[in-house]
């Protein structure tokens, strides 16, 4: 293959994923909690020993790559309910989850209680306390700023609130979950303040990625058009070996 038709073809696939990724944060403009997802390209050029190096190593050498998309945890805007079960985070925290598939992590505490006054997620996905799941009776429920989750003035537990050395590194999971993907990633002490009565509205920046689409689809024409003389240059070049 052409290594310049190489790069281009690397180019538009980065491209895709990138609109699927900015189109993913314009669906989720609405949901509490989420976190918009950042894509970054590079132009990967690997250093080719020449002893080494062959017609294929030459032609994949350049390519357009795009690195894993990272989480921004910019925070939000609250908005107040003033409901005593929605919870907002501010800062670096997530809540800890505990679901048919694993422990997973959210900022979205649109919460509920859920069987035997379990407090859980909105699908019944019990909330974590620092002593596991967290059971509520009837009462007045109080939940402080560090996480403290109080009945009637008693201390109940408090909230797992969690953070991570490396946000990018965060895997996606519906809507609003997140999980941490290898080994690479560790916990980190949270910086979070927690505040009841209210959600965290999505930080997603609706005219910035409005502008996205359009730089995309610039790109995409711009690496359609780069195609097309490529093309017209191999073509020449076949017709003027064939013809001699």
Known sequence: ???????????????????????????????????????FFTLLNRTIDARDSTQLSSVINSQV????????????????????LDLALSGNGYLTIDTPRGIRYTRNGRLILGKEGV???ADGSPVLGENGPIRLGPGKILV???????????????????AFSDPSL?????????????????????????????????????VASVVGLVEILRHFEAIQKSVQLLMNDINAKAIEKLGR
């Open 144 to 162: 402080n700023e560090q996480g403290g989750v109080y009945l009637e003035g008693r201390l109940v537990d408090r909230l797992k609130l969690a």
């Open 65 to 84: 790559t795009l690195a894993e998309g990272a989480v921004d945890e910019e925070d939000g805007s609250l908005l107040p309910t003033g409901r005593d």
């Open 119 to 121: 407090l859980s997620t």
């Open 1 to 39: 293959m052409n290594s310049g038709l190489y790069t281009a073809y690397s180019g538009l696939r980065a491209q895709v994923t990138a609109l699927d990724r900015l189109s993913n944060n314009l669906a989720n403009l609405s949901t509490v909690g989420f976190k918009e997802g950042r894509s």
């Open 170 to 206: 965060l895997q996606r999971e519906g809507k609003s979950l997140l999980f941490p993907a290898g080994e690479q990633i560790r916990a980190v002490a949270p910086r979070v303040q927690v505040h009841q009565g209210y959600l965290e509205q999505s930080n997603v920046n609706a």
